[in-house]
């Protein structure tokens, strides 16, 4: 018997001016996006449990007694919502005025700036100039977090985000909230380091330059990388990445939301393992040998001196499954017609799991493409000798 799936029930409300229609339950934060609105928000971020802290999203509800954090605010039929009016902006204005009494104006040294949250919603929504003077920073400068990891105490927002990645995703509580009030910071448990598989996303989710990657301490600026949507090579998972360059140079291997794949996460291994891309012995082009040496050469050429080579004998293949499927498949049809044999190997390493998000994982087997030898009749032999 057929069975009939109930539609999702839906709301309908106006933002801006915009009617939009978003599934039940969806706060007014994300129902905007459907208008094609991006509210303002620090805490808040699609991928951890919602906060409400930073205060940073508020919106004019029409009939509602007071601005409404748009994060925790659920969408209701008929709602009037008003994000840039005059007591919505007044009052995202003071936030921004409060963060920044006591945040170092670091900017030209800052390795986020550039892509900095409260530097793109100060420029767009915030005071021209401060009310006060300049205030005297209270905290030590930078604090090793351990890993990948550094801690600028003057630069955090407290937003809480890395607290809550590491609590509900990582499943490894090793940070927290330290003190109370204007001494409040980012502090670690006795003991603990952020050497999780994972721990590494707390940069990425870091909304200003509070935690920095060592990796890429200094070495760049934001407005000189080129940015291309990647694929993760180092591992069977496929986490979505983005290759960031400068002069044809991997900079920064960075994750790609896909909520199929890897939701917004990359692992430390495969954030870090990029340097063999840059190495400059890499093959860039055939290369056939004449008096004992390689020499670059045409593909027409190295195509033909390779059937030569390989005319009436008998063929074994080692391959790399970092290799392409189509380039896997014409090494199979080699081998079956030398008579010869197809293997493979992959280096492994302790499998890491990411318990909040299930199905993702640094996989044991590191290698991107070992699935694909595998179906083209390849045997894998870890063993094998180059």
Request: aromatic residues 6%.
């Given at each position: ?247 044809n140079q991997l900079v920064r291997l960075r994750p790609r939301s896909n909520d199929d794949v890897n939701k917004f996460f990359v692992c430390d291994y495969g954030r ?58 014409l090494i199979a049809r080699i081998v079956q017609k030398c008579g010869g044999r197809a293997t493979y190997r992959v280096p492994t390493g302790a499998e890491a799991p ?33």
């Amino acid at each position: 018997m057929a069975t009939t799936v109930a539609p999702a029930k839906t709301v309908q409300l106006t933002i801006e001016g915009r009617s939009v229609t978003v599934p039940e339950g969806m706060s007014i934060l994300e129902a905007a996006k459907f208008a094609g609105i991006l509210i303002p928000h620090y805490c808040y971020h699609p991928g951890l449990p919602v906060a409400g802290v930073c205060r940073m999203c508020l919106v004019e509800v029409e009939k509602a007694p007071k601005l409404a954090p748009a994060c925790v605010t659920t969408a209701m039929p008929g709602q009037v919502v008003h994000v840039y009016s005059e007591k919505a902006l007044e009052a995202r204005k003071g936030v921004l005025e409060f963060l920044l009494i006591n945040h170092p104006l670091d900017c030209p040294i800052c390795d986020q700036a550039g892509e900095c949250e409260l530097q793109d919603y100060t420029y767009v929504e915030g005071r021209s100039e401060g009310r006060l003077g300049p205030e005297p920073k209270r905290f030590n400068p930078v604090e090793d977090f351990g890993g990948d990891v550094m801690y600028v105490t003057n630069r955090c927002i407290l937003c809480t985000r890395c607290v809550r990645f590491m609590d509900d995703v990582a499943q490894e509580s090793v940070l927290n909230v330290s003190e109370r009030g204007d001494r409040a910071v980012i502090g670690k448990f006795d003991g603990q380091d952020l050497t999780h598989a994972w721990a590494g996303n707390v940069i990425e989710l870091c909304p200003v330059g509070a935690l920095l990657s060592k990796d890429s301490l200094n070495k760049v600026r934001a407005w000189e990388l080129d940015r291309t949507p990647s694929v993760c090579p180092n591992c069977t998972q496929g986490c979505n990445t983005i290759a960031e360059t400068r002069d044809n140079q991997l900079v920064r291997l960075r994750p790609r939301s896909n909520d199929d794949v890897n939701k917004f996460f990359v692992c430390d291994y495969g954030r870090l393992n990029y340097r063999w891309m840059n190495r400059q012995d890499r093959v860039e082009a055939p290369l056939v040998s004449e008096g004992g040496r390689f020499t670059a050469t045409d593909w027409d050429v190295a195509t033909a001196a390779a059937a030569a080579a390989m005319r009436g004998k008998t063929v074994h293949a080692l391959v790399s499954p970092m290799l392409s499927n189509e380039a896997m498949w014409l090494i199979a049809r080699i081998v079956q017609k030398c008579g010869g044999r197809a293997t493979y190997r992959v280096p492994t390493g302790a499998e890491a799991p990411l318990p909040g998000v299930p199905g993702l994982a640094l996989r044991r087997d590191r290698a991107a493409n070992g699935r694909a030898a595998e179906l083209f009749g390849f045997t894998r032999d870890d063993d094998a000798a180059l």
